[in-house]
């Protein structure tokens, strides 16, 4: 059973960058099997994918986000980050950390974080 918890500030001012942490356990970031993925959801709005972080380091983006986002890791904390610079309003939602299995599915989520970018 893979348990996954996000944590960082719920509360952004625009132009700001936006930090959070997703802490894992029960699995290694490091071992194959999973990447591991940032999502969010907007009010009223659906799932976005944003990002994820593989298990060698590699990283990929959403075309939308490339110029802001940025994923890291801590092998020894078995965390991963998520950073996303210059937010707007818009980038108001909750942010979910999740691992994509191999077959593309995603079974494992964080129980979310609301992050609020307002002045």
């Known amino acids: 059973q893979v348990q996954l918890q996000e944590s960082g500030p719920g509360l952004v001012k625009p132009s700001q960058t936006l930090s959070l942490t997703c802490t894992v356990s029960?699995?290694?970031?490091?071992?194959?099997?999973?990447?591991w993925s940032w999502i969010r959801q907007p009010p009223g709005k659906g799932l976005e994918w944003m990002g994820v972080?593989?298990?060698?380091?590699?990283?990929y983006y959403s075309p939308s986000l490339k110029s802001r986002i940025s994923i890291s890791r801590d092998t020894s904390k078995n965390q991963f980050s998520l950073q996303l610079s210059s937010v707007t309003p818009e980038d108001t939602a909750v942010y979910y950390c999740a691992p994509r299995e191999g077959t593309g599915c995603f079974t494992y989520w964080g129980q979310g974080t609301q992050v609020t970018v307002s002045s």
């Open positions: 972080i593989d298990n060698d380091g590699s990283t």
């Open positions: 029960g699995a290694s970031i490091t071992s194959s099997g999973y990447a």
